[in-house]
């Protein structure tokens, strides 16, 4: 059995999960407090990914990140990153495909604190990020960690995006599910059936830590 495919997966899970949790506390915070008439279009734009197919959102990334468009062109030059068919490509695009499973659950649990809490901050003299780390952020754990689980799950399982935007590039883009469905094309089906029971009892195994850590959490505020 080829243990790169594995690996590739959760080097990927991680990567995106860490740089989305970076991106998504400051835009879920600004999503909770905006009153901006553009709220509504920056939250349809976060939610996209939910209910577009992943092949439509991979193909435009196919296109952008082409080094036959500018934004492909750029980046080669500049940075000199080639992101088709390539591990920084995967991620960047596995990012903005999930990035609703992180927003999302941080916004939600920024919207539920009582504005009093948030207020009395600022009375004390806090400024906004110092309340926002000490304060808020702390008091929605919770939501904190659904937002990570749900990002790393979500990653560890694209197939369509994947498949566009790395291809099927053993070493660099072969992500588990592309294993899977190639040992299925090859008839193959112990060596698939094994990548499978693999990811899934990992996957298990993560849910399950979160379920019991939510639920002792949950009981500790005496909901």
Avoid at 13 to 35: E, F, G, R
Avoid at 39 to 61: C, D, N, R
Avoid at 95 to 115: D, E, R, T
Avoid at 123 to 135: A, E, P
Wanted: hydrophobic letters at 50%; glycine letters at 6%.
């Amino acid at each position: 059995m080829d243990w790169n495919p594995l690996l590739l997966t959760f080097e990927l899970a991680i990567a995106t999960t860490v740089i989305l949790l970076i991106l998504s506390i400051p835009l879920a915070y600004w999503l909770s407090n905006t009153k901006t008439r553009f709220k509504a279009i920056v939250e349809t734009l976060v939610s996209m990914p939910l209910v577009l197919p992943p092949t439509v959102i991979g193909f435009y990334f196919l296109m952008a990140f082409s080094p036959n468009n500018f934004f492909g062109e750029w980046i080669n030059e500049w940075l000199g990153i080639t992101l088709v068919f390539s591990f920084p490509g995967l991620v960047i695009a596995s990012i903005i495909y999930s990035l609703p499973f992180m927003v999302h659950p941080i916004q939600s649990g920024l919207s539920n604190l009582p504005k009093s809490i948030q207020e009395a901050a600022y009375v004390m003299g806090k400024s906004k990020l110092t309340t926002l780390f000490r304060i808020q952020l702390p008091n929605i754990k919770t939501s904190l960690l659904t937002g990570i689980v749900l990002s790393f799950a979500h990653t560890v399982g694209e197939f369509g995006v994947v498949l566009m935007i790395g291809g099927n590039i053993p070493g660099r883009t072969k992500v588990a599910s592309i294993a899977i469905y190639d040992e299925v094309e090859a008839l193959n089906y112990e060596a698939a059936n094994l990548y499978s029971i693999i990811l899934f009892a990992i996957t298990f195994c993560i849910l399950l830590a979160v379920y019991l850590k939510t639920g002792k959490h949950l009981n500790k505020l005496g909901r």
